[in-house]
């Protein structure tokens, strides 16, 4: 039914729960665990469904999160979040772009799960400290201490410049022209002093497995590793709500985001894992 609060308010419960897991496939799961729970209430005994189905949706986000936090452990080389295609409008709400960019949810990923819970409805979803509360099984005074600690974790960790979407896209532009051409000095010129570069493969795809920090070696990296394909197909993308790309090398896709301050390029995020990339050719839908 069209009509029914959870088919119209599905984009918001799997932003929230995206936003909670970093990974698309489990968000999915869990909203649709959501709807195994909801369908049979009685809904006039909801007083407030969109509030109901947040709590609802936050609760299975956390009983996942605990499981996944273990499994990362195991990972192979860096973890980084599933990448998503979305679509431009997504950045004219710059809250909601910074909040599911890859930059932020790296930095969410060094969260504990109930920290993030509450970072995500209080900060990114304005959710009042009781419902929160309720979600997350702890009084509202403990949720508000939790929310100013999460608050000053990420506020020492996200980038601490609000940048314009249109200087962003310019550095992407420049970025994605000489990565193309292996320009290297292009490349120095657009990548700050202490850039950072960081590469997901899962042990899959071929990948750096621990952070590569410094222009002259990222740029180095980067010229070297793509000089040496047959093919190198580069084709710009919103990716998480901002500019990015889709990059195949001799046929094996990668998604690149980074994050940019004072015109530069701080940190590069490159996903080539093919279990992370099989929802690039469909839009997501992203809501608050």
Known sequence: MTDD??????????TVAYEMLGSA?????????????WA????????????YLVRAVTRQALNRLRSLSR????????????????????????????????????????????????????????????????????????VRQIARRAREHVAARRPRTRVDRAEQ???VEKFLAAVSDGDLRSLLDVLAPDVVLVADG????????????????VSTLLTRGLGHATEVRVVAAWLNGMPGARVDVDGAPAAVSVAVQNGRITHIYAVSNPRKLERLDRVAELRR
């Open 5 to 14: 609060p959870f088919v119209t308010h599905r984009s918001l419960l799997f």
């Open 25 to 37: 496939a489990d968000a999915e799961d869990v909203v649709q665990e959501t709807w195994l729970r």
């Open 40 to 51: 049979p209430i009685d809904r006039d005994q909801v007083r407030d469904p969109r509030a």
């Open 71 to 142: 499994r990362r452990e195991d990972y192979v080389g860096e973890w980084l979040p599933e990448p998503l295609l979305t679509a431009p409008d997504v950045a004219d709400d710059v809250e909601l772009a910074e909040s599911v960019s890859i930059a932020m949810l790296t930095v969410l990923e060094t969260l504990g799960p109930a920290e993030r819970a509450v970072f995500v409805l209080r900060e990114v979803f304005e959710t009042p400290y009781d419902e929160i509360a309720e979600a997350v099984g702890k009084s509202p005074a403990a």
């Open 169 to 171: 896209r310019a550095v």
């Open 202 to 217: 899962g042990g899959v795809a071929a990948a750096i497995r621990r952070p590569v920090t410094g222009a002259a070696t």
